[in-house]
């Protein structure tokens, strides 16, 4: 399964972004998505999670509140809209899939299929 992220960039503190992730397969709609990034020297974190139909989400503490994460079935596509942006946000943001998985998972090892990575920055 190919995801391709999209929707990174610059933007200063206290701003907004929309990432979107399109999968190319035609079963979308049976996968558990998820959200995940990695700044510079540190390990990757988990985000956000949404499960397959869109009805049950979570959120890791940090992003509590001013990220949503959402899909669209019919687009085979999730987003992460990201608010109240903060410095520590600034990452490369990578979509997930865990196909044909029931639930939202945090764990990276959950996702059989990754994005490439789509850069975020937020500036002071």
């Known amino acids: 399964e190919q995801l391709v992220e999209s929707g990174g960039g610059l933007v200063q503190t206290g701003g907004s972004l929309r990432l979107s992730c399109t999968a190319a397969?035609?079963?979308?709609?049976?996968?558990?998505m998820g959200w995940f990034r990695q700044a510079p020297g540190k390990e990757r974190e988990y985000v956000a999670a949404?499960?397959?139909?869109?009805?049950?989400?979570d959120y890791a503490d940090s992003v509590k509140g001013r990220f949503t994460i959402s899909r669209d079935n019919a687009q085979n596509s999730v987003y992460l809209q990201m608010n109240s942006l903060r410095s520590e946000d600034t990452a490369v943001y990578y979509c997930?899939?865990?196909?044909?998985?029931?639930?939202?998972?945090?764990?990276?090892?959950?996702?059989?299929?990754w994005g490439q990575g789509t850069q975020v920055t937020v500036s002071s």
């Open positions: 997930a899939a865990a196909p044909y998985r029931s639930g939202v998972f945090r764990l990276g090892s959950d996702y059989d299929y």
């Open positions: 397969g035609r079963t979308f709609n049976a996968y558990a």
């Open positions: 949404i499960n397959w139909s869109g009805a049950t989400t």
